[in-house]
């Protein structure tokens, strides 16, 4: 046993020398016009060694250290704390998400405009991890493709504003629905399919709305993407220096103060809050409704829950669209923040990130879930410093996070219901 | 009256065909014990009712109404009710919990007259009704799953093997139950490998073969035929 681990310890030293000293020995500089090979730095050479003896030492010592890291658990200071009694919990929770919600509206006068800015794209986050929550924590749907639903927002708002002129307020709504619609259109015929491969049906669907994108050039201006999107006005005002429409007035000219870029930022903030409010109330309150019992019903057990005469179709197309719908929410908002879209921004990696975060969150746990979006959001930011290696410690903090906690930040903890004996 | 008919059913998995023309009739107000082996495709004769999948051939009718090729959600909201085979009741919700899944289609106050009917039928139940259920042992666990099916106020219920990994007690209990809702009037349609006290209980039986009926007779007579014994009695 001993003997067979130092051997693959060997090996896999081996193989990081192999691997790491061509790549990071050797330099290529630029002589005139020629290119020329120069031998590293002896620090780097150190380095790539040092590098293979750690690689031997935790490949030989694997077992323990990872017998240390299942130790971990116990230092988390909440492991053997008895849970909350529900109403207690059902308390504490709406008044953690209340004074988040108070905090919110504050926060945009105190900060820095970056930050105001940062936070609208954590709200947009919010929306689109509490609709995809629907899909994945409550129905238990694998979607891979969910950021095709934020497009088809986004490019809804975009295309209407270019060939129509529509307003923000206008193509709210209709960006949703047609989200929505887009939803229920795809889950029809996919969601007699399972797991692994409703996951692959989504991930298809999400590449085929955007390569569709990237290639409708006519229509979409393809990979050169959609500029001008109007921002959000507050009751014809806008916010901009000067006046874009006719009929509007401006809004530092209406209240008589000093033009400043900054009001537009708070404005499209606030918007992004009080959306995001409004998704967190509909989905908790599809939660306490027999649809959501229907959703985790058919979850637990979808052959139980047909034979009590759930239909199957009609109760995975209402996780599907409601979730979709939301998606297009945010997309409209998204569109509007940017000003300008493209297909870059709807690539697979955001339908990960966003799975990411409800997973990360709990599933199905709403609180989680916004706590999570915030972390994911800003956990890159503040590790801007170390520049290229925030990837790789925002990787690290997943993988920790899954070994810590694997059943996400606040788990979900499904509100028992009880019938009343007089009501 | 019949409750429920299957006339000459064929059903298909992909191409192979698992029931080769199955006729039974189930009388209002009776227990009928469908016997067989494993693999004599009792399991599909059950699930070829509630239509996923549907029959290939023949006809199903249930209260005189076809419903061969309505669909399952359709068939199981029209007074009929199934606990399924290996129980599936939902064990990260409450005992409650799951009785109200169970009336999912009815209103609080019908739901509250079932529930405590249910309580009445399994006082065990009553006892855990806040306990989740998956925490319950299998004996209750198969009570919950009969509860949850009579919720929904089925003028038939059918059980896909309710004895199945319960120690011979908890059994004779189960069984006692179902001899109970004859009296209140349901129709049960009971599948079983337990042939001995399925027989007993059971105003008829049929035994079914490698996907055909091959013997159709009172429960007493089935109970002692000569055949039966040997095949399905131990001898």
Redesign the interface.
């Known amino acids: 046993m001993a003997a067979n681990n130092y051997r693959h310890a060997l090996f896999c030293a081996i193989v990081t020398l192999i691997i790491s000293f061509p790549i990071l020995g050797f330099n290529l500089e630029a002589k005139g016009v020629n290119i020329e090979l120069t031998g590293a730095k002896t620090s780097t050479i150190v380095a790539v060694i040092l590098a293979a003896v750690a690689v031997f030492v935790f490949q030989a010592y694997r077992d323990s250290f990872m017998g240390l890291l299942g130790k971990l658990p116990k230092l988390n200071p909440l492991a053997g704390r008895e849970p909350m009694e529900q109403s207690k919990r059902v308390k504490l929770e709406s008044w953690v998400l209340t004074g988040i919600v108070v905090l919110a509206l504050f926060w945009p006068f105190v900060v820095s405009r970056g930050s105001v800015d940062l936070a609208t794209l954590v709200l947009i986050y919010i929306m689109l991890a509490l609709g995809l929550n629907v899909v994945v924590g409550l129905a238990g749907l694998l979607d891979l493709g969910y950021v095709a639903f934020y497009a088809v927002g986004a490019y809804t708002f975009a295309l209407l504003s270019q060939y129509t002129g529509i307003s923000f307020w206008m193509a709210l709504p209709i960006g949703a629905l047609l989200a929505g619609l887009t939803g229920m259109i795809l889950g029809f015929p996919v969601l007699r399919l399972r797991g692994d491969y409703l996951a692959i049906v989504t991930l298809g669907f999400g590449e085929i709305i955007r390569i569709l994108l990237n290639n409708w050039t006519t229509l979409t201006g393809g990979p050169n993407g959609i500029g001008g999107i109007p921002e959000p006005t507050l009751f014809g005002m806008e916010f901009g220096r000067r006046i874009k429409e006719e009929g509007n007035t401006s809004f530092h000219e209406t209240f008589g103060i000093a033009y400043s870029g900054e009001h537009k930022v708070i404005f499209l903030y606030l918007i992004a809050l009080v959306l995001a409010v409004i998704t967190a109330l509909i989905i908790r309150r599809f939660m306490r409704m027999?649809v959501g019992?229907?959703w985790?019903?058919l979850r637990?057990?979808e052959?139980?829950?047909?034979?009590?005469?759930?239909?199957?179709t009609?109760v995975k197309l209402s996780a599907f669209t409601i979730g979709a719908f939301f998606a297009g929410f945010a997309g409209t908002v998204f569109a509007s923040k940017q000003g300008f879209i493209s297909p870059e921004s709807f690539v697979f990696l955001e339908s990960a990130i966003i799975l990411a975060i409800v997973v990360l969150g709990g599933m199905g746990s709403q609180l989680g879930v916004i706590l999570a979006a915030i972390a994911v959001t800003i956990l890159p930011e503040l590790a801007r410093e170390f520049s290229e290696y925030r990837m790789l410690i925002f990787g690290a903090a997943m993988v920790l996070m899954m070994v810590w906690r694997p059943q996400g930040l606040l788990p979900m903890r499904?509100i028992?219901?009880?019938?009343n004996k007089q009501? | 009256m019949s409750m429920l008919v299957l006339e000459d059913v064929h059903t298909h998995y992909g191409k192979i065909e698992a029931l080769h023309g199955v006729s039974v009739e189930v009388n209002k107000g009776e227990i009928v014990s469908l016997i067989g082996a494993n693999g004599a495709g009792k399991t599909t004769l059950l699930m070829t009712v509630?239509g996923?999948p549907q029959a290939s051939s023949g006809r199903i009718f249930l209260e005189g109404r076809d419903i061969t090729n309505e669909?399952?959600?359709?068939i199981?909201?029209s007074g009929l009710?199934?606990?399924?085979e290996g129980r599936?009741?939902?064990?990260?919700?409450?005992v409650?919990?799951n009785l109200?899944?169970?009336g999912?289609?009815n209103n609080?106050t019908e739901?509250?007259k079932s529930?405590a009917h249910v309580y009445e039928l399994f006082p065990r139940l009553k006892e855990r009704e806040?306990q989740r259920a998956g925490t319950m042992s299998g004996g209750e666990q198969q009570m919950l799953a009969i509860g949850?099916?009579l919720m929904?106020r089925p003028n038939m219920i059918i059980l896909d093997e309710p004895s199945l990994g319960l120690a011979p007690l908890i059994i004779k209990q189960i069984f006692e139950i179902i001899g109970q809702l004859r009296e209140e009037g349901i129709t049960v349609f009971l599948v079983e490998q337990n042939a001995h006290q399925a027989l007993h209980l059971a105003d008829r039986g049929y035994v079914l073969e490698t996907g055909k009926i091959r013997l159709h007779d009172t429960g007493k007579n089935l109970l002692a035929n000569p055949d039966v014994q040997n095949a399905y009695l131990g001898g």
């Open positions: 027999p019992r229907a985790e019903a637990e057990d052959i139980a829950a047909r034979s009590l005469g759930l239909s199957r009609a499904r028992h219901i009880t019938l009501g | 509630c996923m669909p399952t959600a359709q199981m909201r009710a199934i606990v399924p599936r009741i939902f064990s990260g919700l409450t409650e919990e109200h899944m169970g999912f289609f609080k739901i509250r529930q806040h949850r099916a929904s």
